[in-house]
């Protein structure tokens, strides 16, 4: 779907507000949206909501063959998709240069700052290593989906349990979640990349922008930081011209925004084990709000089944008799070769003498052969006008040798 | 955005349109619906083509699609857990976001599994555990008007009697889930949001 055009008047509307430092949603400069955390039934997956914007990560493993210049290293494996749920324009299957884009950039900043151990990750050197697949679904766009996507996927990875295994010389035991307790990644460091929107040639910058502020902005500015204050990645992009001074401004704005966020994610980590242990449910479903009108729920509750047998039968009762299967039968001419009905060409080959390998074929297509006739032979006996609709004479030829 | 529960499986759906569609989809006479499910993990394979298929058909039969020719409807499914009954889920969560976007339709569905298990007796909306070990597994979408089978999708080998069963306790267990329909549009519309 085309994604509708930013008129002037409110792309004008957005300059000015923001030259006289007011934003849309009444924000401050610095400020960023409210941003949720929660968890779903599995390890591994998590739901993100900064503001109106949602995203959904997903961590799964399973065990492949390591690369071939790295035999002692596990795979890290990132993916984002842009679903068409997230906005119209977004189209299935199709790679726009946002998505290559945020995937890039949530490559850089999670795999090439190495925060993830991954030689704990191998199995058997050379041989089996996990590879840890992190799947990042777009629920809703709302601007910056960059800062969202690394939140999640660093909440999902911190979150995850990956199945315990054992090695006891040449054999390799995996073992089930019911049999161990799974164990989680070795995260040395969490990422999270914040995001600054530039206006007017540099002029003016915000802190996580929204849709409409996304549209109008001249450039981004996006750098990837941990609570150490290191700096994992930063990318500039729409060729606005940077000083010095303002990045460092960005990179302190940054520092303080990331460990804020460090915090909450902690937090909520802690809140979901605690709720895990106490045993209480918990998922997405779970940590829906109840109370609220938009929000309906109930119990599981029984059906009645007593009388469904009898109105089983009842139905079948009443139905008409099937219909003679006016269907030809299949015939095999040769050997590995099925035929069904009239008009195909004979291929040129001839009946030859049934050979050891296909006299497996040869049976099955026999006993076909034989089940079609036998219905057929009943339902002559019950109606006249059958219409046979097949080779007859190749028919009665197999017909003669089973019986 | 209307998500669709089954115990703890989850999906999400979202409705666009009706929009402009591409001059190669358009259909001159009615709209053209597209249904996209996006499973959790890894891209897009057959199955979920298959389970798209199904939904798309169901939709297509309520929906009242010649109000609005040259135009797209897109259904996203967004799976976020699956616990069993998947794509029951998937058409109870179709049907309501259908509903709550708008769109006209001639009747309402949804979606009920029957699973059956190795010694004969019937489970209706299995759990992934109980899915795994029955002998035949079957998803219809059943019409809120009178309560016939408008798509089966069936898994496994069963006998007639068996299929007739299932139906009738299909048709049985949709009244709870169009009373939790009514229930839930109810709620929503109660007060001007």
Same mark, same amino acid.
């Given at each position: 779907?085309?994604?509708?055009?930013?008129?002037?008047?409110?792309?004008? +509307?957005?300059?000015?507000?923001?030259?006289?430092? *007011?934003?849309?949603?009444?924000?401050?400069?610095?400020?960023?949206?409210?941003?949720?955390?929660?968890?779903?039934?599995?390890? #591994?997956?998590?739901?993100?909501?900064?503001?109106?914007?949602?995203?959904?990560?997903?961590?799964?493993?399973?065990?492949?063959?390591?690369?071939?210049?790295?035999?002692?290293? #596990?795979?890290?494996?990132?993916?984002?998709?842009?679903?068409?749920?997230?906005?119209?324009?977004?189209?299935?299957?199709? =790679?726009?240069?946002?998505?290559?884009?945020?995937?890039?950039?949530?490559?850089?900043?999670?795999?090439?700052?190495?925060? @993830?151990?991954?030689?704990?990750?191998?199995?058997?050197?050379?041989?089996?290593?996990?590879?840890?697949?992190?799947?990042?679904?777009?629920?809703?766009?709302?601007?910056?989906?960059?800062?969202?996507?690394?939140?999640?996927? !660093?909440?999902?990875?911190?979150?995850?349990?990956?199945?315990?295994?054992?090695?006891?010389?040449?054999?390799?035991?995996?073992?089930?979640?019911?049999?161990?307790?799974?164990?989680?990644?070795?995260?040395?460091?969490?990422? !999270?990349?914040?995001? +600054?929107?530039?206006?007017?040639?540099?002029? +003016?910058?915000?802190?996580?922008?929204?849709?409409?502020?996304?549209?109008?902005?001249?450039?981004?500015?996006?750098?990837?930081?941990?609570?150490?204050?290191?700096?994992?990645?930063? =990318?500039?992009?729409?060729? !606005?011209?940077?000083? *010095?001074?303002?990045?460092?401004?960005?990179?302190?704005?940054?520092?303080? *925004?990331?460990?804020? !966020?460090?915090?909450? @994610?902690?937090?909520?980590?802690?809140?979901? *084990?605690?709720?895990?242990?106490?045993?209480?449910?918990?998922?997405?479903?779970?940590?829906?709000? =109840?109370?609220?009108?938009?929000?309906?729920?109930?119990?599981?509750?029984?059906?009645?089944?007593?009388?469904?047998?009898?109105?089983?039968?009842?139905?079948?009762? =009443?139905?008409?008799?099937?219909?003679?299967?006016?269907?030809?039968?299949?015939?095999?001419?040769?050997?590995?070769?099925?035929?069904?009905?009239?008009?195909?060409?004979?291929?040129?080959?001839?009946?030859?003498?049934?050979?050891?390998?296909?006299?497996?074929?040869?049976?099955?297509?026999?006993?076909?052969?034989?089940?079609?006739?036998? @219905?057929?032979?009943?339902?002559?006996?019950?109606?006249?006008?059958?219409?046979? @609709?097949?080779?007859?004479?190749?028919?009665?030829?197999?017909?003669?040798?089973?019986? | 955005?209307?998500? /669709?529960?089954?115990?703890?499986?989850?999906?999400?759906?979202?409705?666009?349109?009706?929009?402009?569609?591409?001059?190669?989809?358009?259909?001159?006479?009615?709209?053209?619906?597209?249904?996209?499910?996006?499973?959790?993990?890894?891209?897009?394979?057959?199955?979920?083509?298959?389970?798209?298929?199904?939904?798309?058909?169901?939709?297509?039969?309520?929906?009242?699609?010649?109000?609005?020719?040259?135009?797209?409807?897109? %259904?996203?499914?967004?799976? &976020?857990?699956?616990?069993?009954?998947? %794509?029951?889920?998937?058409?109870?969560?179709?049907?309501?976001? &259908?509903?709550?976007?708008?769109?006209?339709?001639?009747?309402?569905?949804? /979606?009920?599994?029957?699973?059956?298990?190795?010694?004969?007796?019937?489970?209706?909306?299995?759990?992934?555990?109980?899915?795994?070990?029955?002998?035949?597994?079957?998803?219809?979408?059943?019409?809120?008007?009178?309560?016939?089978?408008?798509?089966?999708?069936?898994?496994?080998?069963?006998?007639?009697?068996?299929?007739?069963?299932?139906?009738?306790?299909?048709?049985?267990?949709?009244?709870?889930?169009?009373?939790?329909?009514?229930?839930?549009?109810?709620?929503?519309?109660?007060?001007?949001?």
């Amino acid at each position: 779907m085309k994604e509708t055009p930013l008129s002037n008047c409110e792309r004008d +509307f957005l300059l000015r507000a923001i030259e006289e430092k *007011k934003r849309l949603d009444g924000r401050q400069t610095y400020d960023y949206r409210k941003l949720k955390i929660t968890f779903g039934t599995d390890y #591994g997956c998590c739901f993100v909501d900064l503001g109106q914007t949602r995203v959904m990560a997903q961590v799964s493993c399973e065990l492949v063959a390591p690369k071939e210049n790295r035999p002692t290293e #596990g795979i890290l494996f990132f993916n984002i998709e842009l679903s068409p749920m997230a906005s119209p324009s977004f189209e299935q299957g199709r =790679q726009s240069e946002l998505s290559v884009k945020l995937n890039r950039q949530l490559e850089r900043c999670l795999r090439n700052s190495k925060c @993830i151990d991954t030689e704990s990750l191998c199995v058997v050197s050379g041989e089996k290593v996990w590879q840890v697949r992190v799947d990042v679904h777009t629920l809703n766009n709302d601007g910056n989906l960059m800062d969202a996507a690394s939140v999640a996927a !660093i909440t999902a990875l911190c979150h995850f349990r990956r199945p315990d295994v054992a090695i006891q010389g040449e054999e390799v035991t995996v073992f089930s979640p019911e049999e161990r307790d799974p164990i989680p990644l070795s995260v040395y460091h969490m990422p !999270i990349s914040v995001s +600054f929107a530039f206006f007017q040639q540099g002029t +003016f910058l915000l802190v996580d922008p929204c849709e409409r502020e996304e549209r109008v902005m001249d450039g981004l500015l996006m750098i990837a930081m941990n609570k150490h204050r290191e700096i994992c990645s930063i =990318q500039s992009s729409g060729g !606005i011209m940077l000083l *010095k001074d303002q990045v460092m401004r960005c990179s302190k704005i940054a520092s303080v *925004k990331v460990s804020e !966020i460090t915090e909450l @994610i902690s937090q909520a980590l802690l809140n979901d *084990k605690a709720a895990r242990k106490a045993g209480g449910k918990c998922g997405f479903a779970e940590s829906m709000p =109840q109370d609220r009108i938009t929000a309906l729920k109930m119990d599981q509750t029984d059906v009645e089944m007593t009388n469904v047998s009898q109105t089983g039968s009842g139905v079948i009762l =009443q139905g008409d008799e099937a219909p003679p299967p006016t269907v030809p039968s299949p015939v095999v001419p040769v050997p590995g070769v099925g035929q069904v009905g009239q008009g195909l060409q004979s291929w040129g080959l001839e009946e030859e003498e049934e050979d050891d390998d296909d006299e497996e074929e040869e049976s099955s297509g026999d006993d076909q052969v034989e089940e079609v006739t036998q @219905i057929k032979l009943s339902e002559k006996d019950k109606k006249e006008a059958v219409v046979e @609709i097949s080779d007859s004479e190749e028919e009665e030829v197999e017909v003669d040798k089973l019986n | 955005m209307i998500d /669709g529960r089954d115990g703890d499986t989850s999906v999400m759906a979202g409705v666009y349109g009706p929009a402009e569609v591409k001059v190669s989809k358009e259909i001159y006479d009615r709209a053209t619906l597209e249904v996209l499910l996006q499973p959790k993990v890894g891209p897009a394979g057959v199955r979920e083509q298959s389970q798209e298929q199904c939904v798309r058909e169901t939709c297509e039969a309520a929906l009242l699609l010649s109000l609005h020719p040259r135009s797209s409807l897109t %259904l996203i499914l967004q799976v &976020l857990h699956d616990d069993g009954s998947l %794509l029951s889920c998937c058409l109870n969560a179709a049907c309501m976001a &259908l509903m709550d976007a708008g769109l006209s339709m001639s009747c309402l569905f949804c /979606g009920v599994t029957c699973a059956i298990g190795a010694d004969g007796d019937i489970i209706a909306d299995p759990t992934a555990a109980q899915e795994k070990e029955s002998r035949a597994l079957m998803t219809f979408a059943i019409d809120s008007t009178e309560r016939r089978v408008m798509m089966s999708s069936t898994k496994g080998s069963f006998s007639v009697q068996e299929l007739q069963e299932c139906v009738a306790v299909s048709q049985k267990a949709s009244e709870k889930v169009f009373q939790f329909y009514r229930d839930s549009v109810r709620r929503r519309y109660s007060k001007n949001l």
